[in-house]
């Protein structure tokens, strides 16, 4: 039997790359937050790749850089991510340990 699945496909110029600035840890969502993905049919996925490359979101310049900072420098990250009328934050820990999908108001 001839196993297709570890077949790798050479990268080209038009293959988008995934390259993650830190790493996530365990992954955990909070009620709400699983709620509102539900509600509006999104993956959790979507936002973690964000978050993971930089694209924090809807936050001020200011908080931005103290993302990159906190990048380099081993700090909690911090995302925030219009979903319509209502908000999901994508909180990765200091120590890399965990990241957290909440709403604002469970914080």
């Known amino acids: 039997m001839n196993d297709h699945s570890s077949e790798v496909k050479p990268t080209t110029s038009d293959t ?5 600035l830190f790493k996530l840890g365990m992954l ?3 009620p709400g937050a699983l709620d509102l993905l539900d509600r509006h049919g ?3 996925t979507t936002y ?3 978050h993971q490359q930089g ?7 200011a908080d931005a850089k103290e993302n990159l900072f906190a990048i380099e420098h ?3 990250i911090l ?3 219009d979903i319509e009328t209502e908000v999901i934050w994508v909180i990765t820990e200091a120590d890399r340990s965990s990241t957290t999908l909440l709403l604002p108001s469970e914080y």
């Open 16 to 20: 988008p790359q995934f390259r993650p």
């Open 28 to 30: 955990v969502a909070t």
């Open 42 to 44: 999104i993956n959790a």
């Open 48 to 50: 973690l790749i964000r």
């Open 55 to 61: 694209d924090f979101g809807t936050i001020c310049a």
């Open 74 to 76: 081993g700090l909690r």
């Open 79 to 81: 995302s925030s991510y």
